[in-house]
């Protein structure tokens, strides 16, 4: 075990486990009933690489485990899907007493845990994440759901897992996109609350290779994030600063029919929000070209090129963070503050992607 971070959620206290290698000690020390059903559900791309290792691994349970391999893309996490998934779990006798893992990315995890929340009322789920993206964040604090349309995940609940298992193995087959793409995240952690994270965006992509980097990025990125749902799990306050980047990323990635992948579209989203922050007065010119110089990494100048103002506002008007008919993001302030529920009227996103896209020129 390389770490073990325990979430102390309103709702449910679990653990972050962060391991090289071992999930079958995890699951046998995880001492899970004989009679608790175990329903695995698992990415395809994931157990291209890794189908022994999981199975070995499941194979410490009595009571056997059911096995479920799917394909799931950003275009399929919509509510078709859950009923499949649904539909599965029943056809398979899940129950309520039964734990659904889940093994895969982001979208996997958020569609798979919502499907559980939602099954006979809530059945508990474990989460083993495969991507940068969803050991840093998706798998953590309990949000689940599907996109809606354009509208990205609008549909969906906030139930804590009972358990989340970062396996460093799995990040060893990531295509080299998906490491930028998850990388787009801990971006997000190092400007809201944790600046030891800066060093990730200053030199050679290939150090995210390394476990021992992979390690602090992934155990340096989930205390972020448990701090953030330790103080509001359910995001009356202080856990909208985790949205920051994310009412321009959402809408971008939404205007491109989710054809851009999400951590980009939310890098995309860090440079307007951090460029209207630069323009509201609350950060410095200068805090505002670190920034710039660090998506550098992220290739994103083809993103930002294709950015059409119309769609973004649409769906910007349409976000769910919105209260009285207004927009509202996430702004930072000096070197380390952050402001929620700023209004953004349509004029300043307009003026702002403008702006954004001069960088590019
Ligand atoms: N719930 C939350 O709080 C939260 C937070 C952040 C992001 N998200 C969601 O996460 C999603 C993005 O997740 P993602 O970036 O993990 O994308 P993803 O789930 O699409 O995974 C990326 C790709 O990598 C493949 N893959 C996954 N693990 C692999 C492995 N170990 N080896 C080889 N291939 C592998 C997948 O099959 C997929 O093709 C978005 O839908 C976003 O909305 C949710």
Avoid: W
């Amino acid at each position: 075990m390389i770490k073990s971070i325990r979430l102390k959620a309103s709702s449910r206290s679990y653990d972050i486990k962060v391991i090289n290698n071992t999930l079958s000690d995890v699951l046998k020390d995880a001492a899970i009933p004989g009679e608790r059903g175990i329903f695995v559900v698992a990415a395809g791309s994931v157990m291209r690489y890794h189908e022994d290792y999981v199975r070995n691994a499941f194979s410490v349970f009595p009571q056997g485990y059911k096995l479920h391999v799917l394909k799931a893309s950003e275009r399929q996490k919509n509510l078709k899907t859950v009923e499949s998934l649904t539909g599965y779990f029943s056809a398979n006798g899940l129950d309520r007493r039964s734990i659904v893992f889940v093994i895969g990315g982001g979208v996997l995890g958020d569609t798979t845990a919502f499907a559980a929340s939602v099954y006979q009322r809530g059945t508990d789920f474990i989460h083993i994440p495969t991507t940068i993206m969803a050991m840093t964040d998706s798998a953590i604090g309990g949000k689940s759901g599907v996109n809606f349309g354009k509208l990205k995940n609008y549909i969906g609940t906030i139930r804590q897992p009972l358990m989340v298992i970062n396996d460093l193995r799995f990040l060893k087959t990531l295509p080299k996109e998906e490491v930028a793409n998850g990388m787009g995240e801990v971006l997000k952690y190092a400007l809201i609350k944790e600046s030891r994270l800066e060093k990730y965006f200053s030199g050679n992509p290939e150090i995210l290779r390394n476990d021992k980097e992979l390690a602090d990025i992934i155990t340096r990125s989930v205390k972020v994030k448990k701090h953030f749902i330790e103080a509001d799990e359910f995001e009356y306050g202080e856990r909208k600063a985790l949205n920051f980047g994310h009412t321009f990323g959402h809408a971008i990635e939404g205007s491109m029919n989710f054809k851009v992948k999400h951590g980009l579209a939310v890098v995309a989203g860090i440079l307007c929000a951090s460029s209207l922050s630069a323009r509201l007065g609350l950060i410095t010119p200068e805090r505002l070209s670190r920034i710039i110089r660090m998506t550098e990494l992220f290739h994103i100048r083809k993103i930002i090129r294709d950015i059409d103002p119309d769609p973004v506002i649409k769906l910007m008007k349409g976000d769910k963070k919105n209260s009285n008919g207004k927009i509202k993001g996430v702004m930072i302030a000096g070197e380390s503050d952050i402001k929620f529920d700023v209004v953004i009227t349509e004029e300043e996103i307009r003026e702002i992607i403008s702006h954004v896209k001069s960088f590019y020129l």
